[in-house]
């Protein structure tokens, strides 16, 4: 029995020193006859916060971004089956009676859920929308239901304090780039799509 344990050990110690003739330890480049180890990093984003009073608005953010991203998502998705659709159509006359049926389905669909979002969370709303479709909220309609719809609705979104024009810039806008943030670290722990 003991020669058989030392046969194994034996065994299991040639072989380690065997397999470490071809270890690779990591990717490098000579420069002037001195190695340099190369390895890449992932991107880490830092947030720095002026105040606190910053800290519990990003917060409150955060709140508002993760129950209103998905209708966004939801948007998007439905904008590109409506599209693939209507390119399917050939007429305009059937093109204007699908899009007055799709309308009429999507308000039974989600208006009630839309009316119990806040103000702020319908301004992110038309954000998030920007940001998924590259489209104003306001375009989206103007192309699908018309300027006179679209000029009603931009006009009772801004009695409301809203505007359907507003759109998503992350580099320049402060709460955009936290509403990016937010987002990029709801995907990475897998609260998001």
Request: hydrophobic content about 40%; overall charge positive.
């Given at each position: 029995?003991?020669?058989?344990?030392?046969?194994?050990i034996f065994y299991f110690s040639c072989y380690d020193a065997y397999a470490q003739d071809k270890l690779i330890i990591a990717d490098f480049e000579l420069i002037k006859e001195d190695t340099i180890f190369v390895s890449y990093l992932p991107e880490v984003d830092i947030l720095?916060?002026?105040?606190?009073?910053?800290?519990?608005?990003?917060?409150?953010?955060?709140?508002?971004?993760?129950?209103?991203?998905?209708?966004?998502?939801?948007?998007?998705?439905?904008?590109?089956?409506?599209?693939?659709?209507?390119?399917?159509?050939?007429?305009?006359?059937?093109?204007?009676?699908?899009?007055?049926?799709?309308?009429?389905?999507?308000?039974?669909?989600?208006?009630?859920?839309?009316?119990?979002?806040?103000?702020?969370?319908?301004?992110?709303?038309?954000?998030?929308?920007?940001?998924?479709?590259?489209?104003?909220?306001?375009?989206?309609?103007?192309?699908?239901?018309?300027?006179?719809?679209?000029?009603?609705?931009?006009?009772?979104?801004?009695?409301?304090?809203?505007?359907?024009?507003?759109?998503?810039?992350?580099?320049?806008?402060?709460?955009?780039?936290?509403?990016?943030?937010?987002?990029?670290?709801?995907?990475?722990?897998?609260?998001?799509?």
């Amino acid at each position: 029995m003991l020669r058989s344990y030392i046969v194994l050990i034996f065994y299991f110690s040639c072989y380690d020193a065997y397999a470490q003739d071809k270890l690779i330890i990591a990717d490098f480049e000579l420069i002037k006859e001195d190695t340099i180890f190369v390895s890449y990093l992932p991107e880490v984003d830092i947030l720095d916060f002026k105040d606190k009073g910053e800290k519990m608005t990003y917060l409150i953010l955060k709140k508002r971004v993760l129950k209103v991203y998905p209708y966004s998502i939801i948007a998007k998705e439905r904008l590109d089956k409506i599209n693939l659709i209507l390119d399917s159509i050939p007429k305009r006359r059937k093109k204007k009676r699908y899009i007055k049926e799709v309308t009429k389905w999507m308000k039974n669909e989600y208006s009630d859920r839309l009316k119990n979002l806040t103000m702020k969370e319908g301004e992110l709303l038309v954000k998030l929308i920007y940001r998924e479709t590259n489209l104003t909220t306001y375009d989206i309609i103007r192309l699908y239901r018309g300027r006179f719809n679209a000029f009603f609705w931009q006009t009772m979104a801004k009695f409301w304090n809203n505007d359907l024009k507003n759109i998503y810039n992350p580099k320049n806008n402060r709460e955009d780039m936290f509403i990016e943030h937010i987002i990029k670290e709801a995907k990475l722990e897998g609260k998001l799509k």
